[in-house]
């Protein structure tokens, strides 16, 4: 028995291949840019979450009773995200020294954010107790008015 020659067996001509648009490719290229951006920012800031610890330690004594350990190391963490996200590789300034000093930036307005007077106030504050302290050790009692 044989076949009608009008059906064919197999199809002759090969599927056309159609080549990705140029808008497509550059798509493509962008979002793939972006996940190994996110994936360097990642090894990043997980690398260097001890510097953070490290930053909130040295400045641990600084705090003000409506602010914990907890909410330095949340800046300081939001910090290092920021330095990851901003960081340029072609400078010359390693990773660990720029994100040493945005850390510790967070770390502080945050402090600053707390704090109940403006800096130059805290300071004559700070100058006054001092001046009390001294006064107390040599005469042996408080100052008066």
């Known amino acids: 028995m044989t076949r009608p020659a009008s059906i064919p067996l197999v199809e002759t001509t090969p599927p056309a291949h159609s080549e990705p ?15 190994v951006r996110q ?3 990642d090894a ?5 979450l001890p510097l953070v610890h490290r930053i909130v330690s040295q400045v641990v004594s600084y705090l003000h009773p ?4 907890d909410d330095l190391i949340s800046a300081g963490t939001l910090g290092l995200i920021q330095a990851a996200r901003d960081y340029d590789p072609a400078s010359a300034a390693e990773f660990a020294t ?3 000093l945005r850390v510790r930036g967070a770390v502080i307005d945050e402090l600053r954010r707390w704090s109940f ?7 004559q504050l700070d100058r006054a107790q001092a001046i009390v302290r001294e006064a ?3 005469t042996g009692r408080a100052p008066a008015d």
């Open 21 to 35: 648009a140029a808008g497509e490719v550059r798509v493509a290229a962008e979002a793939y840019g972006r996940q």
């Open 39 to 41: 994936a360097r920012q």
């Open 44 to 48: 990043l800031v997980l690398e260097h």
């Open 66 to 69: 409506p602010l914990s350990r």
């Open 98 to 100: 720029y994100a040493y």
């Open 117 to 123: 007077a403006p800096a130059r106030l805290k300071k």
């Open 136 to 138: 107390i050790e040599q």
